[in-house]
């Protein structure tokens, strides 16, 4: 019997973004399924004396152009959020309290926030701005409202964000399938590869 | 007219290894040649306070994993050397010294060295294995032996790299092509995909 593909993915993450509208079809040709797992960079950076990609001498003008190129590439809708890197525990929350309440709806949820933040120019920083993204993928806002601000979801992120990287999880998007990681949008095809020989 | 596609890559880097196998055919598919540049990404590495991949807490661990696999996958003899990563200063001044020699001669070399250093378990970082290879190629011992020692082929490399630093290399593999930077090996699908669009 297969398992589940683990699919790790930060909110502020654009290669997470870009993994996320794929990640789901990836899993279809392998014959797999997608747990989705909303991760926060953060503490992983703090670990690895890293820092978000655009803030780093020389990779950051890269990776800005590499963003925009790729989304071109791949046909992926993408506009540059203004507001770079953000916060992204309102999303995370609002992710994990939906999955409890309808396992189904949480990555349609995901799906609807990364599109929020990196096509449409919304702050999901912005914990209302998350509620409008929620209520617009007909989830009850008051109900979410209190999810994002359920201590208990928040205990569970910061278990679940810890669990990750006890797995060996630093990077966004990343994917674990048997027990094989793999870090990367670019390594999708690799995935697919390493599936037909196994 | 086409301009040749600028070829960056660190001797000790095995993505850039990786590379080197393919560049010639990429090339030739989209209708280019390659000028091959040996890089030192030690300097580059202290611009972006970074490290080599493998000496980084949680990512060095998964990439010692990709390197092999990575090769696997793409059907690319590799062995991880037992010293990692190493000074490339001899090598890389090789390669200077016999471009300047014999232009042609120069890439064939640099594959040597690669798969002297990745597929065969030999320290490219002592100068004496550099000048067996360099033999093993066809050329001059004694020439190379005072290439390496030159002076003028230091500077050289020096300002070279100060040069592709200041394009914006900052990792190996790095292409270059119209203008257009692609970073890592991962990149060869988005090469082949953005030459289609151009």
């Not at 989830?139 to 409202?145: C, E, S």
Request: proline share 7%; aromatic share 12%; with cysteine.
């Amino acid at each position: 019997m297969t398992q589940p593909i683990d699919f790790y993915f930060e909110f502020s993450s654009p290669y997470g973004y870009f993994a996320s509208t794929q990640v789901e079809a990836l899993a279809r040709d392998i014959g797999r399924t997608v747990n989705w797992h909303p991760i926060l960079l953060g503490p992983m950076f703090k670990i690895m004396g890293s820092a978000p990609l655009t803030e780093i001498p020389l990779k950051g003008d890269y990776a800005r152009h590499d963003f925009v190129r790729t989304a071109r590439l791949f046909g992926i809708p993408y506009s540059h959020p203004e507001k770079f890197p953000i916060a992204t525990l309102a999303a995370a929350r609002a992710f994990i309290h939906t999955r409890q309440q309808d396992a189904a709806k949480a990555p349609e949820l995901a799906l609807a926030l990364y599109r929020a933040f990196f096509a449409q120019g919304r702050d999901i920083s912005d914990a209302q701005v998350v509620l409008d993204v929620a209520q617009d993928c007909g989830l009850d806002r008051g109900q979410t409202a209190a999810g994002i601000a359920d201590e208990a979801v928040k205990a569970q992120l910061k278990e679940e964000n810890a669990q990750a990287m006890a797995r060996g999880v630093f990077g966004s998007p990343f994917i674990i399938i048997d027990g094989e990681p793999f870090w990367g949008f670019d390594r999708f095809p690799h995935i697919r590869a390493w599936a037909e020989q196994a």
